[in-house]
């Protein structure tokens, strides 16, 4: 078992179990801090799957598909926090 495989697995538990806070809380509220929590939370399912599939190996699915939808759903989080804390 090679470490990286190891940290890989690892960080998408990680990210799987961040994730269920902020779902759990975007179940049970309304309003503005049901998206940011929906937001954050499907931002760390993806990420976590991005680790994972580097963790099997899956360079392209990783690199072109996970990524950027992370990083998407992470700057639309920033965006939609800084329109509602103004």
Known sequence: ME?????????????????????????????????????????????GLYHLTLAYGEYFVAEVILQPVSVVFLLTFGIYYTKKAA
């Open 3 to 47: 470490l990286i495989w190891l940290l890989n697995l690892l960080t998408w538990a990680a990210f799987f179990a961040v994730s269920a806070v902020p779902i759990m809380i975007a179940i049970h509220v309304k309003g503005a801090l049901r998206i940011l929590s929906l937001l954050l939370g499907v931002f760390a399912i993806a990420h």
